[in-house]
Structures are given as C-alpha cells and as structure tokens.
C-alpha cells in the first residue's frame, strides 16, 4: 500500500520509511497538498510547524485518504489539534513507533 508521509523531522521521516518498507508498503515523502493521489493512508506530524493540518487532512480525505495523526503523549494540545481538524486516527508517537502496522489496517 502507498503512505504519504507528512513530516519534517529528519528522525521519523527516516523511521517511517524504514518501518513502511520492511511492512510491504510504499512510502512516499510529501511537502504540500497533493492534487491527487492512489495512496490509501497518509501519516501526518501534527507537530511540525511547517504543515497546515487545518487545510491538509480535509483535502486528502476529499481524496479518500485516511489520515493518522501523531504527536507526543503530553501533547495535548496537538491531540485536540487532530481531533479538530478531523483525523481519522490519532496516535502517541510511542503507538506510531511500535504499532504501525496496526494503525494502518483498521
């Protein structure tokens, strides 16, 4: 399965990407709002201050993507952020890490 991944964090970026292919699964790193898209799941950092979740998760779901969200456990803020902004499914970054192949399949 295709993933985008929405995030500028050196770090997970490069986790994702390991994680993804070692599951099957195609990451594709993304920087803006895609026009379209085959993907059936996309990854968003709701932390990184350089990505407009407000205008981004609306426009992949109109795309029919399903979006997880993701921040620290103490993030609170964020979380709200995510359930604001209509993620489909949120995560700890601690959930993201060791069960990603779960939260890909619902």
Known sequence: MKVLLFDDNLI???RFTQTLRA???EPVQNQGIPEETD???AILNLGSPKIDAAALVPALQR????VIGHAGHKEKEL????????CDVLATNR???HDLGALLNP
């Open 63 to 66: 795309l029919g993507v399903r």
């Open 23 to 25: 599951l099957g699964h």
């Open 79 to 86: 979380h709200a952020l995510g359930r604001a902004v209509g």
């Open 39 to 41: 993907a059936q799941v």
């Open 95 to 97: 959930q993201i890490t």
């Open 12 to 14: 997970w970026s490069v």
